[in-house]
Nanobody, 118 residues
């Protein structure tokens, strides 16, 4: 059974940092690309970062809104995906989800609320 369990998040002030974690089970973590999405109420869920393990190492990509501030990483031995979020802005306030697609099925974490406010 595929499971994605997130941790982290909370309330921070603008300019501060947070780290989200997503620990998985039920599949071979290193074989699949993993992503972080976020969703603001009333808006569509958007992908902000993706990590793929290749034979050359980890390959990552970011949405323009977070590029240079957020870092996605993975520890295949711990089966954990991370999202390091630096220089947070009020517009980063959202629910954050980790995601994987396996055999045409979408799996989501339960979401972690990140609130950036002074």
């Amino acid at each position: 059974q595929v499971q994605l369990v997130e941790s982290g998040g909370g309330l921070v002030q603008p300019g501060e940092s947070l780290r989200l974690s997503c620990t998985v089970s039920g599949f071979t973590f290193g074989d699949y690309g993993m992503s972080w999405y976020r969703q603001v109420p009333g808006k569509e869920r958007e992908r902000i970062a993706i990590s793929i393990t290749t034979r050359f190492g980890e390959s990552t990509s970011y949405a323009d809104a977070v590029k240079g501030r957020f870092t996605i990483s993975r520890d295949n031995a711990k089966k954990t995906l991370y999202l390091q979020m630096n220089t947070l802005k009020p517009e980063d306030t959202a629910v954050y989800y980790c995601y994987v697609r396996i055999a045409d099925v979408d799996y989501w974490g339960d979401g972690r609320l990140v609130t950036v406010s002074s």
